[in-house]
């Protein structure tokens, strides 16, 4: 991509995540009984997510010698992975409302690892295992939220 087509992608990214981050100003960032309420993720996401492209416009201003890499779609099966993809996050995010976040992930993950990374089996469940037991101990165990688990209750 062309410096200024990636300036422009990040600015507005960074106007949409300023905007999310302000929404989420509205949500109680902790609950009354000290648990950690639903305005948490939204806000440490669009701040991170403001900060790392306003950063990311700041290094694209002052890179010097920058030198593009050619066109985003390549060829057609860039854009056909670019689609599939797409429409995997779609039907994983349709998906978790009704079987859960935990099941919808390891099939996610697995598909991702192996299909788009080309990683063997083994270390497609292993990572996906791993992660989703990051997942589990930070966000339900530590942080005390619960993720949609429709199959598992």
């Known amino acids: ?3 200024t087509t990636e300036i422009g992608f ?8 300023v905007g999310a981050f302000i929404i989420a100003q509205k ?7 000290g648990q950690i309420g639903p305005g948490f993720i939204p806000v ?10 306003l950063l990311n416009i700041i290094l694209l201003l002052f890179k010097k ?4 890499e050619g066109p985003f779609f390549k060829s057609r099966q860039n854009a056909k992975n670019i689609l599939i993809f797409t429409l995997m996050v779609v039907v994983y995010m349709a998906g978790v409302m009704h079987i859960g976040m935990y099941c919808c992930t390891f099939v996610f993950m697995i598909c991702v690892y192996r299909f788009f990374d080309k990683m063997p089996w083994k270390n497609s469940i292993l990572v996906t295992c791993g992660t989703l037991l990051f ?8 942080l005390h ?7 598992f209750y």
Do not use: D
Request: net charge positive; glycine share 4%; charged share 10%.
């Open 65 to 68: 010698g920058y030198a593009a």
């Open 10 to 17: 990040n600015a507005v990214l960074f106007v949409f995540s």
């Open 44 to 53: 440490w996401a669009s701040g991170i997510l403001a900060a790392a492209n």
């Open 1 to 3: 991509m062309k410096r």
């Open 145 to 151: 939220m619960n993720f949609p688990a429709k199959i």
């Open 135 to 142: 997942i589990y101990l930070v966000f339900h165990r530590v």
């Open 27 to 33: 949500y109680k960032y902790f609950l009354n009984n």
